[in-house]
């Protein structure tokens, strides 16, 4: 399993928090939890820098949050916006844009002896 | 350990740090659940509690790391207590003491003016106390903005240029300083506002950015509608301008109290002490 750290991420953090938030509503460990899954226990993050990223995109209106109680506490549950969603599809492109260039500079053939 | 939370241990100090947020209490209402379901989830694989607790606090972060970046204000400065946030409150102290002796070369001047004397040693008295005073709110103005967390954003270098132009503009043309106070008050107005974003304000605090408009409509009442005691050369009231001056003075120390209060209760946190609550 390769580790990937924190730092690394945080650059992509938003996006991949929308892709999570995409399937669904959630909350914040539920978040993390399905990054996890997903990512095969690859991200090396620790939990408590996803709340900063959650709020920033709310404030941006990509998420919008919502309080309920569950198991006897207050629980803030996150969803993906229009906006959200609008913003994922492009961030998706982008992304999809940048790993093709960068899958073919690492796959390309060795550097031509052109004489 | 049986009995011992630790996750309420963790909460108070993350409170410790993100307490000086208006919504701190949502905050440590979000981890806390974060924290009771990463201990469910440990618990329910088989750990007892406080080894699930210990796990779920290991992974979340160092409480004062977490409570610095959920005060963060869109990845620029921390809005939290800091020295420079503490030296605002002092320059905001030192610049209400002043500005309420203002009035008093104020007077002065007025007196020597309309009896047609050359003597400026008053105006310059009342000059240099007006110049000490913007230039002690303007720190205030820096601290102001560092405890709401604008660090170097453009906004912030934009209203402290526009004081400082305004401190300029006072030092060289003291005698409308009822003009150029404005450039000081319209930069502590939006810094006001940012800083009420994140902590309460005082009501006092706000004063200040009514010193200017308030001060600037007594001026002319006093000067136009009514033109109060005998009038300069230029037609104007100088005792219209004392008044003027005078509810300025007294506005502005006001807010500059109030501000200076706040910025210095605040308890400046540079480290969070471990604590164990049982």
Redo the contacts between chains.
Sequence with gaps: MLGVKGSTIKGHLDMLVLSVLAAGPLHGYAVIEELKTRSGDSFDLPEGTIYPVLHRLEKEGLLASAWSEAAGRRRRTYTLTRAGKRALVEQRRAWQAFSDAVGRVLGGAPWPAKI | MAGQDLILGYLAQVRAVGGFRRDAD??V??????L???V??RMHDGLDEVTAQKESLD???EAG??AR??C?C??KGVALPSRLSRAGGIGALIAAALIMVSPLPLYAWVHVWLAGSSEVTAYWVYALVLVASSMASLIALLGTLARAGAGASSGAVAVTGMAGFGVVLTALFTWGSLETLALICLPFGLALARLARITPLPSGAWLQVAAWPVALAVFAALNKLTGLGPADEYGDHPWAWFWGGAVYAVLWSIGQIALGRLLLAERMVNTVAPTLVA
């Design positions: 949502a905050i209402a979000e981890l806390e659940d974060h009771r379901s990463g469910e989830r992974v979340i972060g790391d977490v970046e959920l963060r869109n990845g």
